[in-house]
């Protein structure tokens, strides 16, 4: 299992809060499939966004980052999530 860093934008003009964390790990869970290989998620909310850890089930890092960026494509496309974007690590 590889932990996947990375930090979303908040490109709304809404604050966020926890709220918001729990949001787009309800969204995850709920868009996740299983060739992703998710196990855990942690989200907290950081200013400007939400600070995200995947914990992924793959053969290597880069495969890792890879299943939870197309977690993410998929999850940030749906919901109240689709107000965040992926903005780098943190």
Same mark, same amino acid.
């Given at each position: 299992?590889?932990?996947?860093? %990375?930090?979303? %934008? $908040?490109?709304?003009?809404?604050?966020?809060?926890?709220?918001?964390?729990?949001?787009?790990?309800?969204?995850?869970? =709920?868009?996740?499939?299983?060739? $992703?290989?998710?196990?855990?998620?942690?989200?907290? =909310?950081?200013?400007?966004?939400?600070?995200?850890? %995947?914990?992924?089930? =793959?053969?290597?890092?880069?495969?890792?980052?890879?299943?939870?960026?197309? %977690?993410? $494509?998929?999850?940030?496309?749906?919901?109240? =999530?689709?107000?965040?974007?992926?903005?780098?690590?943190?």
């Amino acid at each position: 299992m590889f932990a996947v860093h %990375l930090t979303l %934008l $908040d490109l709304s003009t809404s604050p966020t809060g926890e709220a918001g964390a729990a949001d787009v790990q309800g969204t995850l869970w =709920a868009r996740a499939v299983p060739g $992703d290989g998710l196990e855990h998620t942690r989200a907290r =909310a950081v200013p400007g966004g939400i600070g995200l850890v %995947l914990y992924v089930r =793959a053969p290597d890092q880069e495969a890792a980052e890879l299943r939870a960026h197309a %977690l993410l $494509d998929r999850a940030l496309a749906h919901g109240p =999530a689709r107000r965040y974007a992926v903005a780098a690590a943190p």
